[in-house]
């Protein structure tokens, strides 16, 4: 049973109450954080009043949903009304958002509770979460470890339970790589299957918000509520929104999974590759058929993002210019001065060298060698998934390359870093929905993550696949002893 529906049990039985489940969650948040530094912000009082309005509720014979008291965390890109939301740089590290994001709304509509808000790589650029203003967060698996990114505050804070469920954005691997890394369930869906309305935007095209959960039935029902229309956000798909928790079956009888065969080559981590293959042997147990899938320019997904996204980024930044609300340098003489100083000191170098990158891609005499021509094999990414599933149901391929890494590891080569995402970037540049989940521990103790891949709206066949694997292993009742 997932975490979820067995807290909904005890409440609803009155075995405990809402404010005990959200003090315990707090009550650990104080204990792991000088270590663990999941949160920028802990949002006590605000929790301790909804678990209490929650109580309230069942004591009035009123009915709850499944979410009513859960504690839940989101990351610091989603806009909280008197709640301050940095996105880790120091450019807003004041700002308070005067509106509610539509997922947060959504979120506070079923009674869950917000527990606080988590760290992040600056503005979601970034695989590490070093790159945040504030702190680097640690993997709970191994504190001298990353906990990926750039929700690695989200990803570290439920497999150290310090929350029940969080939420993250996606913008090229930013849920399930941290997930891979922290051996918890992350789901990127479908683009625009959940508002955007209140993402705090880096890459418009490829930015989507996803939960993190213990299990795949708590990543669904977590789905479940904050999937859906929303007039606010431009780019929201008009779709029934169906009970995810309706497909979630143990067998895969006539299932169809395709493995990508470019991702099982140079530069994988042997046992990320032995893990994979005993994962596919599981599936094949469980009724699968599996065949070997070619997406020959799955490889060129790196350089189209960083090209794409950082384009976007430049776009998308510009808004912060010192004027009209966040940092703004003290020491400026003019407005000239003030807009350049302001940025140089509000924005890290990761975001500066992606600002920059994109400001360069788009400009004069470049716009056609590189933008046009990365939005050109976008499309022929594209083109090689959409053939995939005429051939099959949904794809799979390790979510990583590697398992989690040290800080410091990588922050002077970017490339490298980059390559973190290698495996999951392809899947915003198509919209597709992809989740990863554990599938096993390297020797290091660490944990290894399985992507499933679906079309476009197929969410009901990532959950299928993903719960019957879950379901027949033992890898998501793992926990880390990180206390």
């Known amino acids: 049973m997932s975490v979820i529906r067995t807290l909904h049990q005890q409440l609803i039985n009155k075995e405990r109450s809402a404010l005990e489940i959200v003090q315990s ?24 009043d909804h678990a209490k309005k929650v109580d309230d509720k069942i004591q009035n014979g009123e009915s709850i949903g499944l979410l009513a008291g859960i504690p839940v965390a989101v990351k610091d890109n989603l806009c909280t009304v008197g709640i301050p939301t940095t996105c880790g740089s120091r450019i807003l590290a004041d700002f308070i958002p005067p509106y509610e994001s539509t997922v947060t709304q959504k979120l506070a509509n079923t009674g869950a509770v917000l527990v606080g808000k988590t760290n992040m790589d600056e503005f979601a650029m970034g695989s590490s979460t070093e790159s945040s203003a504030f702190q680097v967060t640690a993997n709970p698996w191994d504190i001298t470890r990353i ?4 929700s690695g505050g989200s990803a570290a804070a439920v497999a150290a339970n310090e929350c029940v469920v969080s939420l993250g954005s996606d913008t090229g691997g930013s849920i399930r790589q941290p997930a891979a890394f922290c051996g918890v369930v992350g789901l990127k869906p479908t683009y625009g299957l959940v508002s955007r309305f209140g993402l705090v935007a880096y890459a418009s095209s490829l930015d989507q918000i996803g939960p993190f959960g213990r299990t795949v039935e708590d990543a669904a029902i977590m789905l479940g509520a904050i999937a859906g229309h929303d007039p606010k956000d431009s780019t929201s798909l008009n779709v029934p929104i169906p009970d995810y928790t309706n497909y979630l079956i143990p067998n ?7 493995v990508i065969t470019e991702t099982l080559g140079e530069g994988l981590d042997p046992q990320v590759g032995i893990a994979i293959q005993n994962a596919l042997k599981q599936l094949e147990i469980l009724g699968a058929q599996i065949y070997d899938i070619s997406c020959p320019r799955f490889r ?7 090209i794409i996204a950082p384009s976007e980024a430049s776009a998308n930044l510009a808004r912060y210019d010192g004027v009209k609300y966040g940092y703004r340098n003290p020491d400026a003489e003019h407005l000239l001065s003030m807009y350049t100083q302001t940025r140089a000191t509000g924005f890290g170098s990761e975001v500066k060298r992606r600002i920059m990158l994109g400001t360069y891609a788009l400009s004069a005499g470049y716009y ?36 989690a890494f040290r800080p410091g590891e990588k922050t002077d080569n970017p490339l490298n870093m980059y390559l973190s995402d290698l495996m999951t970037i392809p899947v915003n540049l198509a919209g597709l929905p992809g989740l990863s989940l554990p599938c096993g521990f390297d020797d290091h103790g660490l944990p290894i993550g399985l992507q499933v891949i679906a079309n476009v709206l197929r969410e009901d066949l990532i959950f299928q696949v993903g719960y019957a ?8 009742g793992c926990t880390p002893e990180f206390t």
Do not use: M
């Not at 906990?147 to 750039?150: D, L, N, W, Y």
């Not at 990414?381 to 390790?398: G, Y």
């Not at 694997?469 to 998501?476: A, D, F, G, N």
């Open 252 to 258: 895969l009888k006539g299932i169809k999974v395709g």
């Open 25 to 48: 969650s707090l009550e650990r948040i104080q204990v792991l954080e000088p270590v663990l530094r999941s949160f920028l912000r802990v949002t006590s009082d605000h929790a301790i």
């Open 147 to 150: 906990p990926g990114g750039s």
């Open 469 to 476: 694997y879950e379901q027949s292993t033992q890898w998501h």
């Open 300 to 306: 060129y997904g790196v350089p189209t993002y960083y």
């Open 368 to 403: 056609d060698a590189y933008y046009r021509k990365a939005q050109q094999v976008r499309t022929l990414i594209k083109q090689d998934f959409h053939q995939s599933f005429t051939q099959v149901d949904v794809l799979v391929c390790p979510t990583t390359p590697t398992t």
